[in-house]
């Protein structure tokens, strides 16, 4: 903080168009304790060469795996006017508007870059492949949300290499 102070530099969190772009979720907000690598996306972190004893959750990802997940999380991008800021809610996810909630919006932001709004939402399983449609209630009315895939930008992670 004393280094920083003359410059004017103060520590902050990350970006959150940046990390949403990134497919990089939050912890808390996308994902708690309840969710696992495999509704994640994550899988390809599991050691599966590591034996039972050696972790506590290499014997539960292995049942995991065998039995598959019932839900995902999955980038989507949104229809309509850039939203004025980061969601302060979780937004209810349906098939169809007005329909019942099969899902739900953790984070969305407007991205200047993709010129579009994007965001992560949890959905059953057989509703998380690419260009399901779905209904939104957000904060500034109901949009439409097409199921895309993640990071949205930079897959390579190229943006940082001078």
Avoid at 139 to 162: C, L, Q, S, Y
Wanted: aromatic share 10%; charged share 25%.
């Amino acid at each position: 903080m004393e280094a920083g102070a003359p410059y004017g530099v103060k520590p902050t969190g990350p970006s959150d168009i940046r990390r949403i772009e990134g497919g990089i979720f939050n912890w808390g907000a996308d994902m708690t304790y309840e969710h696992n690598a495999f509704e994640l996306g994550l899988e390809r972190l599991v050691d599966f060469g590591l034996a039972d004893e050696a972790s506590i959750s290499i014997a539960a990802y292995r049942r995991i795996k065998e039995k598959d997940v019932s839900r995902h999380i999955a980038g989507v991008t949104f229809d309509g006017e850039p939203f004025p800021a980061l969601n302060n809610t979780k937004w209810p996810a349906s098939a169809a508007p007005g329909g019942d909630a099969v899902g739900k919006v953790t984070s969305a932001i407007y991205s200047p870059r993709l010129r579009q709004n994007i965001g992560y939402c949890w959905l059953p399983s057989a509703m998380a492949a690419e260009g399901t449609r779905l209904s939104v209630e957000t904060e500034w009315g109901t949009r439409t949300a097409t199921v895309t895939p993640m990071p949205f930008v930079d897959p390579e992670k190229r943006i940082p290499v001078g």
